[in-house]
Structure formats: structure tokens, C-alpha cells
């Protein structure tokens, strides 16, 4: 097997690692930045260049490309630091699942204004109380009793990352209280202008204040609305947490401080312990990156994700961990130059999340243990 991508790939690959060179240069702080990045102007510059719904059907005005292309052009973006948290939701996980779930008016709707990089998405799914256990959730929407099919919906969502600046949001509501907790769930695209909807944000230990709190009070959602099943939302949530899971974003988040840090002068390399922990740092992001191609691929096990999604993040904690070591005192003052030790101080900030967001590593760990390697429960 030979890895080396043909020079097709390669050309795509250095145009958006161009790209995104051009626009990290734009914040002090590139990591993370499919997540924290939020930047409408290239979202524009984005859609122009086909890099929205790169594999979606051309006849819903998507690339028709491959997943590998797909795959060169997002690893180079979010590795090189490029803020495309406007886009990436909608890219990673909305479109695919109105693609598949959504009616023929829904795709028709609602795809256009993802393709064009003007509409923003945000994934309404955790609660307090409520984040790892998605079938206890316990947002309602209940018919509305005019008779007009529309649903009424209250609730809370929190840790809704982007919220504050998104125009619709992926929700997951119970529909019907009396079935079986798992069978009861719907899902909903919501105008986040409706009535009745506020936004919090909640800021984080590193300062950015994407993810938000998101209360709903008698939100009214036209029935037309409703994605999929009525009260077939799980089986649709596994689905998209498979979007959500394998892939590269998971791995190359603060690839760009191991870059930098290597360049930075800051490393003693004939330290011998720190020598292997580079080693062990690139040997496990290039088993990760191939975890993520077997993904992207569609080549991986069912449900796999769950393993690859944990390696890799638990991969990016290392990292981090490593930067900090490494720089010591210059990594504990989180000031907003951006210089490489505000950098890893901040990526120490935001190495917990890793874990946590998409899943937890113990979560996934049951998966893995149960329903990839059919361990008892
Ligand atoms: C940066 C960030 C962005 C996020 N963005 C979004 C978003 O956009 N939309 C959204 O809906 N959510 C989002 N989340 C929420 C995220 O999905 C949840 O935090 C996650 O699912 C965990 O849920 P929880 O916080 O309620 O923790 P809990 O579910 O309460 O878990 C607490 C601890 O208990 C452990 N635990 C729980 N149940 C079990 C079990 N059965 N077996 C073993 N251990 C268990 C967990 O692993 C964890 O360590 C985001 C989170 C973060 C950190």
C-alpha cells in the first residue's frame, strides 16, 4: 500500500493548507479552531472554492467528490488553524443527516444556505443533566393545540457549541413522554429568531465563550420542521454521531502547536525523555490519521468510531500535556498576544474538552466494549 497521495490530491492539499495559512494568520490563537473559529468571511471564501459539501450529490448543488478529497482538504484547514467553526457543523453533521433523513422540501430548504456558507448550525442535543445519556432528555414538544401541525417546545439545551450566532439549530425533543425513553425522541431544525428562544453564553477556563446555554419557552416550530421520524430520533443520532466521531477534526485540533513548538527553539532534544516522547507524540498521530482514512474510507468496523474518535482525542491531550511540560512557566500565563506560551497555556485550558465533547472517552469505551467487540454488559 503506498500512502503518498497522487499529485491531484497533493495539489488540493497545498492549496488549503495555503488557504488556511492565510486565514490562521487572522487570530492569536489557531487551535481548535473548527470549534472556536468562528469567521463568516470565510465561510464565503469557502463556498466559493466547492470546500462546503464536498461529497454531497451534485443535484443538491454539493461537490460530488470524494471522501479523500474531501479528507485533504479538511486535514490541511483545521491542522494549518483555519476558523471554520461557521461552517463545520453543517458541513460535518447537518447536511449529511438532512441528506439522509430530511424530505425532498427539507434538502431543497435548507441545503443551499449551508453550500453558500451564509447559513450558521448549531447541534442541540445536551442537557443539564443530561449529556452522555441522550435518551433522558428532557426538552418537550408537544402538538400545539390550534390544530396547525406545528409543535410547541420547551426546554433547555447547554454546552451548545456556536448557539449565540447560529441561524438554526439541530434539536433533539421528546415527543412522546409515555414511550420507552430511547423511543421517544424527534428532531427538529429550529429557527433560532423564533419566539420564545434565549441564548446564554457560558465562558470557558481558556475565555472563548462558543458553547452557550439555549432556553426554550413555548418555542413554536412549524410541523414541516420535524427531520426524519417522529420519535425515531435515536437511531438518527447514532448515525450522526458517526459523522461526528471518525474524523479528522478529532486529530489534528493542535497539531499546529507541535509544529511550532518543534520550530520554536524551546525543545532540548538530547534530553532523551523528551526525544521519546516526541517519538511516541508522532507515532500515535500517525496511527491516529490512519484510524481517521480507514473512516473516511468507509472502511472501518461499525461503530468504530467510538474507538477512533477516543484514541485520537485522548492523542491530543498528550500533546498538549507535552507542550506544557516542555515549556513550563512560559505555559501558565494565558494572555491574549497569542505568543506559543499563551498558546499551549491555552490549549492546557482546552485539553479536558477533548474527552469530553462528541462523546466521552469512557462512553465510547462502553460502545467499543459492547457493541463493537460484543462484550457482556
Ligand atoms: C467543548 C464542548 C463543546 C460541546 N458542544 C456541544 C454541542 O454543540 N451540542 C451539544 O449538544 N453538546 C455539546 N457538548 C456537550 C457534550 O456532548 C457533553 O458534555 C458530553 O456528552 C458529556 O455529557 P455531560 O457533560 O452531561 O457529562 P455526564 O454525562 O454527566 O458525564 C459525567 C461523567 O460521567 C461519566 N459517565 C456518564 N455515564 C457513564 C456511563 N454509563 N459509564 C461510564 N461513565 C459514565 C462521563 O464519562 C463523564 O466523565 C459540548 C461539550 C464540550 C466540552
Redesign the pocket.
Known sequence: MDFVLPPELQELADDAAAVAAEWSATTPFPEDSW?VGHDEKLATVLAARGWIGMTWPTEYGGGGRSPLERFVVVEQLIAGGAPIAATWFADRQMGPSLLQFGTEEQRKQWLPGILDGTSMW?????EP?????VAGLRTRAVPAEDGSGDWIVNGQ?V????AAVADWIYLIARTDPDAKPHAGLSEFVVDMRTPGIEVRRIVDMTGNDH?CEVHLHDVRVPGANLVGELNGSFRQVMRQMEHERGGIDRLVSNRLLFDDLRRSGWIDSSDPLIRQEMAAIETAYRIGRLLVLRETLGQAPKQFSAATKTFCTEFEQRLAGFAARVAGPYATLLDPSGDLGSRIARATCYAP?YT????????LR?ILGERVLGLPR
Do not use: L
Open positions: 470549534i448549531c447541534i442541540g442535543m445536551s443533566d443530561n449529556g452522555s445519556d439545551k454546552w451548545t457549541s456556536g458553547f474538552a469530553i465533547m462528541g462523546g466521552t472517552a469512557e462512553i462502553n
